[in-house]
């Protein structure tokens, strides 16, 4: 048998890349045999740039810089080693992640004040370093900003009214943003191509927009989401009427309603804007680079998960777009996470032909942490013993 196996991270236990070695170990008590290809993925949140950097070899930066409240974290970008030119992949959620909040964190005014900065150096260091293309993927934000404090990282100047200039380290300046001064952005700012790496077409307004959609788990209240949706419509439009002045990117749209826009707290507005920065589809973008693309093709079966698959999984998570993948080569695919919750069931609509939820009923968090990969190769022995018995 060839097996594929292509899991996400299990967040708060394990890695991608422990996931499928635990899953390997599942099917090699079984098929002892089994040709076996793991590709461990990851859907342009926390892990990505480790996935990357696995997969093809390349580079790893550090950087001091800021976490999402201003405080200091040593964070990472990296180049990968392939292509004509010098790519650095720069993952927001390395420097803006929601992971830096504990959950008692995660209040109204944290959210308000969460800033991408820290990602904003970031992007610095590698332009400074001489990247020619800088791919940003958007997950795992604690961020709804806009990229306002991305944007000021960069050298532009937000000012409020009378000229006062703004940090751009506290998000809940936004709404005090009056006018957008970009005579000091970095000088390679309009050199370098830019690339936002996501499968969210939210935009970044209104009823389906970054705020309403993404606040609350970041922790914004209904007042709170209800303030920076306005404050992000306002600050569109004053980094519009820049863009116009200067002549630059896509002055003359209303960037408001594009689709994608509203990815990781609109923070790819600015480089969309000003630099037109094009959307690559972060999951296939990853399969691709990773491998994973062409590896399904001619696998007897696809085993991917993550920690809890549920509804929302199908809105661009790995195990959607690893089922969409082995469908496309005629390969069945099966789902073995942490946990299933409501909605799971739609992904058989994408080619998954099996669900598995691998942690026992009324498991602690210690305990999780303890054994999931053992329970993870453990479900995933039991599922494939079940399949071949059957079978046989």
């Known amino acids: 048998m060839r097996i594929v196996i292509a899991p996400d991270s299990f967040k708060g236990t394990l890695s991608a890349a422990a996931a499928a070695a635990a899953m390997a170990q599942g099917v090699r008590r079984v098929v002892p045999a089994a040709d076996v290809a793991v590709f461990p ?9 480790e996935v990357l950097l696995a997969a093809q070899g390349g580079v790893r930066y550090e950087v001091d810089t800021w976490d999402p409240l201003g405080r200091p974290v040593r964070a990472a970008f990296g180049w990968l080693a392939s292509g004509a030119g010098r790519t650095a992949v720069v993952e927001l959620a390395a420097a803006s992640g929601l992971v830096f909040l504990a959950e008692a964190e995660r209040t109204p005014s944290a959210a308000l004040a969460a800033s991408t900065y820290g990602t904003g150096e970031l992007i610095r260091a590698a332009l400074d370093a001489g990247a020619d293309e800088v791919v940003l993927t958007l997950g795992g934000s604690a961020t709804t900003d806009g990229g306002f404090g991305l944007l000021t990282a960069l050298g532009a100047t937000a000012r409020a009214a009378g000229g006062r200039p703004l940090s751009g380290r506290d998000a809940r300046e936004l709404g005090l943003v009056e006018h957008v ?3 000091g952005l970095h000088p390679r700012f309009h ?4 690339r936002l790496a996501s499968d969210v077409t939210h935009p970044l307004c209104g009823p389906d927009g970054a705020a309403r959609v993404f606040g609350p788990q970041k922790g914004m209240d209904e007042a709170a989401i209800v303030r920076r949706d306005e404050e992000l419509a306002r600050w569109a439009e004053r980094l519009s009427a820049a863009a116009r002045t200067a002549g630059l990117g896509r002055a003359a749209e209303d960037v ?3 689709p994608g826009l509203g990815a990781a707290g609109g923070a790819g507005l600015p480089l969309y804007l000003l630099a037109g920065a094009e959307f690559v589809a972060g999951a ?3 399969a691709e680079v990773t491998g994973l693309a062409s590896a399904v093709h001619g696998a007897d079966l696809v085993l991917t998960g993550e920690g809890r698959t549920d ?3 199908r809105a661009g998570k790995v195990p959607a777009w690893v089922a969409t993948l082995a469908r496309a080569a005629g390969a069945p695919c099966w789902v ?26 009324g498991a602690s968090r210690e305990d999780m942490a303890r054994h999931a990969a053992l329970w993870l190769a453990d479900a995933t022995a039991a599922a494939l013993q079940d399949v071949l018995q059957g079978a046989g």
């Not at 993925?41 to 740039?49: F, H, N, R």
């Not at 050199?191 to 830019?194: C, E, G, L, P, R």
């Open 311 to 313: 509804g929302q999984s």
């Open 41 to 49: 993925m990851a859907d342009g949140g926390e892990g990505t740039l």
């Open 336 to 361: 073995i996470s942490g946990a299933l919750g409501p909605g799971h069931e739609t992904l058989a609509e994408l080619g998954v032909q099996r669900f598995v939820a691998a942690t026992p009923a």
């Open 284 to 286: 296939r973008w990853l």
């Open 181 to 183: 001064d970009l005579a």
């Open 191 to 194: 050199h370098v191509v830019f």
């Open 256 to 258: 408001r309603a594009v």
